[in-house]
């Protein structure tokens, strides 16, 4: 089970972080990630960290002003968004991906958290 929180309404330029807790798997082994959506769009991931390789993704859109990170002892992931944009806005799910396959079809999903940048 993961849930998320820290999604909000917040103007252009503004910083926000979304926190992720996870309960009742082995979190560590797990690739991480958020994903969002936008009304009228596909779900797309946003940040991930994948523990086999020790890699970071960020989609274009958001490098240099997201951050993901995590704290194993904790079983939380992060995400801090800086310079916010109004093209962020969506919700923001945070995902886990314990075995080999697809996010959408093999990873734990929180319920979503929405983000809304607007002046």
């Known amino acids: 089970q993961l849930q998320a929180s820290g999604g909000g309404l917040v103007q252009p330029g503004e910083t926000l972080r979304l926190f992720c807790e996870a309960s009742?798997?082995?979190?560590?082994?797990?690739?991480v990630g958020w994903h969002r959506q936008a009304p009228g769009k596909e779900r797309e991931l946003v940040a991930a960290l994948y523990v086999l390789s020790s890699t970071t993704f960020y989609r274009d859109s958001v490098k240099g002003r997201f951050t993901i990170s995590r704290d194993n002892a904790k079983n939380t992931v992060d995400l801090l968004m800086t310079s916010l944009k109004p093209e962020d806005t969506a919700v923001y799910y945070c995902a886990a991906k314990c075995i080999p396959g697809t996010w959408e079809e093999d990873a734990h999903w929180g319920q979503g958290t929405l983000v809304t940048v607007s002046s």
């Open positions: 009742g798997f082995t979190f560590s082994n797990c690739a």
